[in-house]
Antibody, heavy 120, light 111 residues
Framework: EVQLVESGGGLVQPGGSLRLSCAAS????????MNWVRQAPGKGLEWLSY????????NYADSVKGRFTLSRDNTKNSLFLQMNSLRVEDTGVYYC?????????????WGQGTMVTVSS | QSVLTQPPSVSGAPGQRVTISCTGS?????????VHWYQQLPGTAPKLLIF???NRPSGVPDRLSGSKSGTSASLAITGLQAEDEADYYC???????????FGTGTKVTVL
C-alpha cells in the first residue's frame, strides 16, 4: 500500500525549532519529488516546499525561506522538514505529499498530517 | 493572500449540479500551467480529485469533471450527493512567484 506517515509535531515556543519526518512506503521513493503543505487552524492550504527525487533541488515559499530546510534520505525512504525560528503563525497541520511522477505540482498521495503548535 | 481565487461557498440540493470557479492570472493559469483540484473532507487530509486540468485519478467518479479556459478553471460536480460535502481547493504553478499555489478554497454544502 502506498503510504506517507508524518511525525515530529508538537508544542514549541516562539523562536524554537522542530524537525518533522515523513516515512514513505509502497513506492520507489527516489523517483518522486516530495512536498510539504500546511494548513493553519480553520484556514486553507499553503504550499511550503518541495525537494526533487535526487534531493539536489529544493524550492520554498517566501513565508518559510531561510527558516525551514527540506531534506530527504532515499536510503531510508524518508523526508524531513527542519523548522527553525518558529513563529506563532507557523501553527497548523503539516502534510507531506508525493508529487505525480508525470504531472508537475499534482500531489497524488498525502500523509495524515502532524500538528505543530507554536505558543508561549 | 492567494493568487488563485475561489468562491467561499457553493451549495446545492441532492442530485443537482454545482460548479466551483478558480480565477487566476497570466502568471499562472493563463500562462498554461495545469490546474489540479483537491477535496478535503472534515478532519482529513486533502485528496487529489482532478489533475492536469481534467484528468481523474483512479477511483474518482465521473460525476466530477474539470475544465480550464483562459485565466480560469472550474470543477463541476453533477448528481450532488451528501458525501460531496467538503472543502475543495484548486492548485497551479505561478511563474511570478516561482512556487506552487493553492486557491482560497470553497466549501460545498449539500442542502
Amino acid at each position: 500500500e502506498v503510504q506517507l506517515v508524518e511525525s515530529g509535531g508538537g508544542l514549541v515556543q516562539p523562536g524554537g525549532s522542530l524537525r518533522l519526518s515523513c516515512a514513505a512506503s509502497g513506492f520507489i521513493f527516489s523517483h518522486y519529488q516530495m512536498n510539504w503543505v500546511r494548513q493553519a487552524p480553520g484556514k486553507g492550504l499553503e504550499w511550503l516546499s518541495y525537494v526533487s527525487g535526487s534531493g539536489t533541488t529544493m524550492n520554498y515559499a517566501d513565508s518559510v525561506k531561510g527558516r525551514f530546510t527540506l531534506s530527504r534520505d532515499n536510503t531510508k525512504n524518508s523526508l524531513f522538514l527542519q523548522m527553525n525560528s518558529l513563529r506563532v503563525e507557523d501553527t497548523g497541520v503539516y502534510y507531506c505529499a508525493r508529487e505525480h511522477v508525470v504531472v508537475p505540482a499534482a500531489l497524488d498521495i498525502w500523509g495524515q498530517g502532524t500538528m505543530v503548535t507554536v505558543s508561549s | 493572500q492567494s493568487v488563485l481565487t475561489q468562491p467561499p461557498s457553493v451549495s446545492g440540493a441532492p442530485g443537482q449540479r454545482v460548479t466551483i470557479s478558480c480565477t487566476g492570472s497570466r502568471s499562472n493559469i493563463g500562462a498554461g500551467y495545469d490546474v489540479h483540484w483537491y477535496q478535503q473532507l472534515p478532519g482529513t487530509a486533502p485528496k487529489l480529485l482532478i489533475f492536469g486540468n481534467s484528468n481523474r485519478p483512479s477511483g474518482v467518479p465521473d460525476r466530477l469533471s474539470g475544465s480550464k479556459s483562459g485565466t480560469s478553471a472550474s470543477l463541476a460536480i453533477t448528481g450532488l450527493q451528501a458525501e460531496d460535502e467538503a472543502d475543495y481547493y484548486c492548485q497551479s504553478y505561478d511563474s511570478n512567484l516561482s512556487i506552487y499555489v493553492f486557491g482560497t478554497g470553497t466549501k460545498v454544502t449539500v442542502l
